[in-house]
């Protein structure tokens, strides 16, 4: 494959497919249509504001709310890690509390040495590509890098003394720890909510698959079914509850790798009856055996051990330090982060904005996998900004009616923007934009005109130089995650044939292999979406990549335990 990039002015036919958005035609309408709200989208939303109103009020009683900015730091934390089973979720939300509190760290103590708004929009636009590569690597997951970013970037071009600072770091710490605190209380009332609902949605992923059985569904219940091991093999020791969705997402596994009636697929319905169950309060459904499903369970509980064993964490270590390394496609987003920001910060304070710390907030939060993605992103970020300052200049007059009218204010659009968020990005802005707004207020009041008019600027300045940046700063990298991808996956697959076939092998060694070939298939279908919405990108060897889907699909279901005697296992190597 050429390495030479395709110009939008000589396009060949057989190029066509892979030009840049922009000659393709970046979409409108799709990227603002509204979707169906998540199904936990409640637990972020009610986390955000208990572990809020507890350091709010607390500082209104002392008559300190100029102090929220950093108690707000700390109670920040409590969106992260809601998809995680709670033994992660403990770990992961306390790096998220010291991380927030490292990037605090760096822009108090710039704040307090210096007051250059050239240092000062340097400094934050190398702290937003930092946490954005960071949160990438470690995929900390929903809201990553924008929350860091907007603490970090507000610190910076807030007054600061250095005799303060120890102070401020230790109220970000306190309220950090009452997040961590309540993201963790639900495990009292439920031990294995977040393993419930990943293996729900295995399940449902699965019924889906069994009833129409297309590429597209199969790449699904894969994903789904992939997740849902990865969250029982992250939830600690098994328990019974474990024990039997590790055996609902064996029936799961099996309908999507032999999904057609002469495979003994599973039945649609009664997939979605245990996964109803299963998300519910009552217990876990408890299934019929599944061929292999003791094997299974045996190779999973090998699995868990190598995890816990220094080799399983070292591992992690080096993936880790891989994706931070040269060569990583994760560099390219981190310079176009540092780029963007950068210029949206410097743009803005050219134009007389004293503390453009939005604009480099709003470029940040554009990046996302690719540029289609990213497009999309601005679009949603412009709209939900612009509509989100009509929405501040309506309730600022409630804000000022008292100082816990004020708190109520910045709870109530706390709660509001992780509800709406996943019903679409755009609409969560409309309530984010007022809540930054409004934190303003707890160090004085600001003139209103000079607020909005800041916020429209920034707004239109930062997203305008984010995704000029990104056009700019191409990932080429993209393609070759795509062909390190298939090398994988051509490995995994020839790995899980060769212990399909061995009869001596032991009956967990085979089904961790077939694990590794799903983990391979998830990896090589997000590779591939990816470089598809990259800028300037050689063409994508499609046809290799359709092959290698469908080869590691038939693998799976040759080396799957059969459902009866006369069933039919197709040939690995069947066309």
Not at 15 to 36: D, F, I, N, Q, W
Not at 141 to 154: L, M, N, Y
Not at 466 to 478: D, E, S
């Amino acid at each position: 494959m050429s390495d030479t990039p395709v110009r939008p002015g000589r396009p060949s036919a057989r190029k066509l497919p892979h030009l840049p958005p922009t000659v393709r035609g970046l979409p409108l309408a799709s990227a603002l249509r509204l979707s169906r709200p998540s199904d936990t989208w409640f637990k972020p939303a009610l986390s955000v504001v208990v572990a809020s109103a507890v350091p709010h009020l607390t500082l209104l009683a002392l008559g300190r709310l100029d102090l929220v900015i950093y108690a707000m730091a700390g109670s920040l934390c409590a969106l992260y890690g809601h998809g995680l089973p709670y033994a992660r979720r403990a770990r992961a939300v306390a790096g998220v509390v010291l991380g927030m509190a490292a990037g605090l760290a760096v822009s108090l103590v710039t704040a307090s040495l210096t007051g250059s708004t050239a240092v000062l929009i340097a400094v934050g636009a190398l702290l937003a590509a930092v946490q954005k590569v960071l949160c990438d690597a470690t995929r900390i997951g929903p809201p990553g890098h924008v929350i860091f970013t907007f603490v970090s970037s507000a610190a910076l071009f807030a007054p600061q003394r250095l005799d303060r600072i120890p102070g401020h770091l230790a109220l970000t710490l306190g309220a950090g720890a009452f997040a961590w605190l309540v993201t963790l209380a639900p495990a009292l009332a439920r031990r294995e909510g977040p393993e419930r609902r990943a293996v729900a949605r295995a399940l449902e992923a699965a019924a889906v698959c069994a009833a129409d059985p297309g590429p597209r569904n199969r790449n699904a219940a894969a994903a789904a079914v992939h997740a849902a091991w990865q969250c029982l093999l992250a939830s600690g020791r098994p328990t019974p509850v474990r024990r039997s969705l590790e055996r609902l997402v064996v029936h799961a596994e099996a309908a999507f790798v032999a999904p057609s009636p002469g495979a003994g697929a599973a039945d649609p319905e009664r997939l979605r009856a245990w996964a109803a169950r299963t998300r519910g309060r009552g217990p876990v459904p408890t299934p019929p055996p599944a061929p292999g499903t003791a094997d299974e369970l045996h190779g999973i509980e090998a699995e868990r051990a190598a995890l816990r064993a220094r080799e399983g964490r070292r591992t992690a270590r080096r993936t880790l330090l891989r994706s931070l390394g040269p060569g990583s496609p994760l560099l390219p987003v981190a310079v176009r982060t540092l780029i963007g920001c950068a210029l949206a910060g410097y743009l803005c304070a050219a134009l007389g904005v004293g503390r453009p710390y939005w604009a480099i907030v709003t470029a940040a939060s554009l990046y996302q996998a690719n540029l289609t993605l990213s497009w999309n992103r601005t679009l949603q970020r412009t709209l939900g900004n612009l509509l989100g300052v009509l929405v501040f200049a309506a309730v600022l007059p409630v804000s000022r009616i008292s100082p816990l009218a004020l708190v109520c204010c910045c709870l109530f659009f706390g709660f509001a923007a992780e509800a709406l968020i996943t019903r679409n990005y755009w609409l969560g802005s409309v309530a984010v934009t007022p809540m930054a707004l409004l934190v303003l207020e707890f160090g004085g009041a600001h003139p209103a005109g000079e607020l909005i008019g800041d916020r429209v600027l920034d707004t239109v300045l930062g997203a305008a130089a984010g995704f000029l940046a990104a056009t700019l700063v191409t990932n080429r990298r993209a393609a070759g995650r795509v062909e390190r991808a298939l090398d994988a996956t051509d490995r995994a697959r020839a790995a899980a044939e060769r212990t399909g076939a061995d009869l001596a092998a032991a009956p967990g060694e085979r089904d961790r292999a077939r694990r590794k070939l799903t983990a391979s298939l998830v990896e090589l279908r997000e590779a591939g979406d990816t470089a598809a919405g990259e800028w300037w990108q050689r063409a994508l060897p499609e046809q290799r990549l359709l092959a290698a889907e469908q080869a590691g699909h038939r693998t799976l279901a040759a080396t799957a335990p059969r459902r009866g005697p006369t069933a039919h296992a197709p040939s690995i190597g069947a066309e």
